[in-house]
Protein backbone atom coordinates (compact mmCIF):
# COMPACT_ATOMS: atom_id res chain seq x y z
CA UNK A 1 0.00 0.00 0.00
CA UNK A 2 1.13 3.38 -0.97
CA UNK A 3 0.79 6.63 0.87
CA UNK A 4 0.99 8.76 -1.94
CA UNK A 5 -2.23 9.93 -3.58
CA UNK A 6 -4.02 9.13 -6.48
CA UNK A 7 -2.92 12.86 -7.88
CA UNK A 8 0.98 12.07 -6.56
CA UNK A 9 0.89 9.29 -8.54
CA UNK A 10 -0.21 10.49 -11.89
CA UNK A 11 2.21 13.43 -11.55
CA UNK A 12 4.75 11.30 -12.44
CA UNK A 13 6.68 11.19 -16.31
CA UNK A 14 4.00 8.03 -17.14
CA UNK A 15 4.46 4.23 -18.00
CA UNK A 16 6.53 4.39 -20.52
CA UNK A 17 9.10 7.33 -18.40
CA UNK A 18 9.87 9.35 -21.43
CA UNK A 19 7.22 11.53 -23.97
CA UNK A 20 6.25 14.30 -21.63
CA UNK A 21 9.16 17.00 -23.38
CA UNK A 22 7.51 16.62 -26.53
CA UNK A 23 4.44 16.86 -25.05
CA UNK A 24 5.60 20.64 -23.50
CA UNK A 25 7.53 21.13 -26.16
CA UNK A 26 4.22 21.04 -28.42
CA UNK A 27 1.93 22.93 -26.24
CA UNK A 28 4.73 26.23 -25.97
CA UNK A 29 5.06 26.03 -29.25
CA UNK A 30 1.03 26.25 -29.89
CA UNK A 31 0.91 28.97 -27.54
CA UNK A 32 3.64 30.93 -29.03
CA UNK A 33 2.39 30.43 -32.85
CA UNK A 34 -0.60 32.19 -31.57
CA UNK A 35 0.68 36.05 -30.98
CA UNK A 36 3.63 35.19 -34.13
CA UNK A 37 0.51 34.21 -36.40
CA UNK A 38 -2.25 37.06 -35.31
CA UNK A 39 1.34 39.60 -35.74
CA UNK A 40 1.79 37.85 -39.31
CA UNK A 41 -1.90 38.35 -40.10
CA UNK A 42 -2.13 41.77 -39.19
CA UNK A 43 0.82 42.99 -40.41
CA UNK A 44 0.23 41.61 -43.70
CA UNK A 45 -3.41 43.24 -43.63
CA UNK A 46 -1.97 46.09 -42.91
CA UNK A 47 0.67 46.72 -46.01
CA UNK A 48 -1.01 49.21 -48.79
CA UNK A 49 0.23 46.27 -51.05
CA UNK A 50 0.80 42.50 -51.38
CA UNK A 51 3.63 43.13 -54.14
CA UNK A 52 7.37 42.04 -54.23
CA UNK A 53 8.60 45.71 -53.08
CA UNK A 54 6.07 46.57 -50.41
CA UNK A 55 6.73 43.06 -48.88
CA UNK A 56 10.65 43.84 -49.26
CA UNK A 57 10.33 47.13 -47.47
CA UNK A 58 8.07 45.72 -44.97
CA UNK A 59 10.76 42.68 -44.52
CA UNK A 60 13.77 45.17 -44.72
CA UNK A 61 12.45 46.58 -40.47
CA UNK A 62 14.52 44.51 -38.40
CA UNK A 63 11.84 43.61 -36.12
CA UNK A 64 9.60 42.41 -39.15
CA UNK A 65 12.11 39.91 -40.18
CA UNK A 66 13.18 38.60 -36.72
CA UNK A 67 9.23 38.06 -35.95
CA UNK A 68 9.08 36.40 -39.46
CA UNK A 69 12.11 33.93 -38.97
CA UNK A 70 10.67 33.41 -35.74
CA UNK A 71 7.51 32.36 -36.58
CA UNK A 72 8.79 29.85 -39.34
CA UNK A 73 11.37 28.52 -36.90
CA UNK A 74 8.51 27.87 -34.30
CA UNK A 75 5.86 26.83 -37.11
CA UNK A 76 8.90 23.78 -38.31
CA UNK A 77 9.59 22.84 -35.18
CA UNK A 78 5.87 22.33 -34.40
CA UNK A 79 5.32 20.96 -37.25
CA UNK A 80 8.22 18.29 -36.90
CA UNK A 81 6.78 17.71 -33.36
CA UNK A 82 3.29 17.03 -34.45
CA UNK A 83 4.29 14.33 -37.79
CA UNK A 84 6.97 12.37 -35.48
CA UNK A 85 4.47 12.25 -32.97
CA UNK A 86 1.96 10.12 -35.68
CA UNK A 87 4.64 8.47 -37.16
CA UNK A 88 5.46 7.49 -33.35
CA UNK A 89 2.70 6.14 -32.50
CA UNK A 90 1.35 4.28 -35.83
CA UNK A 91 4.37 3.03 -37.34
CA UNK A 92 5.13 -0.20 -36.00
CA UNK A 93 8.11 -1.75 -37.98
CA UNK A 94 11.17 -0.39 -35.81
CA UNK A 95 13.13 0.20 -38.95
CA UNK A 96 10.35 1.42 -40.92
CA UNK A 97 10.25 3.85 -38.16
CA UNK A 98 13.77 5.28 -38.28
CA UNK A 99 13.49 5.39 -41.99
CA UNK A 100 10.68 7.90 -41.65
CA UNK A 101 11.77 9.88 -38.35
CA UNK A 102 15.27 10.31 -40.58
CA UNK A 103 13.02 11.42 -43.64
CA UNK A 104 11.01 13.90 -42.06
CA UNK A 105 14.17 15.86 -39.73
CA UNK A 106 15.85 15.75 -43.23
CA UNK A 107 12.69 17.36 -44.77
CA UNK A 108 11.84 19.72 -42.24
CA UNK A 109 15.44 21.40 -41.79
CA UNK A 110 15.79 21.59 -45.40
CA UNK A 111 12.47 23.70 -45.50
CA UNK A 112 12.86 25.41 -42.68
CA UNK A 113 16.56 26.50 -43.23
CA UNK A 114 15.39 26.96 -46.97
CA UNK A 115 11.93 29.56 -45.93
CA UNK A 116 14.77 31.38 -43.27
CA UNK A 117 17.05 31.60 -45.78
CA UNK A 118 14.78 33.27 -48.26
CA UNK A 119 13.33 35.34 -45.47
CA UNK A 120 16.87 36.44 -44.95
CA UNK A 121 17.56 37.02 -48.36
CA UNK A 122 14.44 39.13 -48.76
CA UNK A 123 15.40 41.60 -46.26
CA UNK A 124 18.89 42.17 -46.88
CA UNK A 125 18.52 42.67 -50.36
CA UNK A 126 19.16 40.02 -53.03
Not at 60 to 72: E, G, K, R, T
Not at 95 to 114: E, N, P, S
Amino acid sequence: MSLRSPLGRVLGLGSAKDGTGNWWAQRVTAIALIPLTLWFLFSLLLLPGLDYGTVKTWLALPISSFLAVLLIAVLTYHSYLGTTEVVADYVHTAGMKILLLLLLRFLYVLCGGASIFAILRVAFGS
